[in-house]
């Protein structure tokens, strides 16, 4: 079985910090905060950066570019996952929200209460979500 980790938990598991890391391996800690952040993908970064933080962290620079992809890959899984396929009524009202935010809608309040409801008669009322699932949805769009 293949473990998939981040470059924050390889760092948190081999008990350094970011700031020792880029000393240890001459990467800018300014770039090593943007690849562990997400600012910046790490199959982006030049073979020498990632030559550099493989080499201290003892793990192959495939390694590390393929577990970043993986994780990408993952997250998108489960975010497409718990935007779809939900209850009619948080699927429109999500929906609805979403394309409130895209048109800057006046109404963003309406329909912030409206998918705030949805979300907690789906989860808490008909248990047709996860709390999970539901915290994800409050934390991407109504926790602003």
Not at 107 to 115: I, S, V
């Amino acid at each position: 079985m293949v473990i998939i980790m981040t470059i924050n938990q390889i760092i948190n598991d081999r008990g350094i910090t970011k700031y020792r890391l880029a000393k240890l391996s001459g990467v800018p800690h300014a770039t090593l905060n943007d690849i562990c952040n997400g600012k910046t993908k790490i199959e982006k970064c030049s073979a020498k950066t990632i030559y550099k933080l493989a080499q201290v962290l003892s793990v192959s620079m495939e390694y590390l570019i393929e577990n970043s992809i993986k994780i990408r890959e993952e997250q998108y899984e489960r975010e497409h996952s718990y935007e779809y396929g939900l209850p009619e009524y948080l699927q429109h009202d999500l929906v609805t929200f979403k394309n409130g935010l895209a048109n800057n809608s006046t109404l963003m309040d309406c329909l912030w209460g409206e998918l705030y409801g949805s979300t907690n008669m789906a989860e808490i009322s008909e248990g047709v979500i996860t709390h999970e699932h539901a915290e994800y949805l409050r934390d991407k769009y109504l926790r602003r």
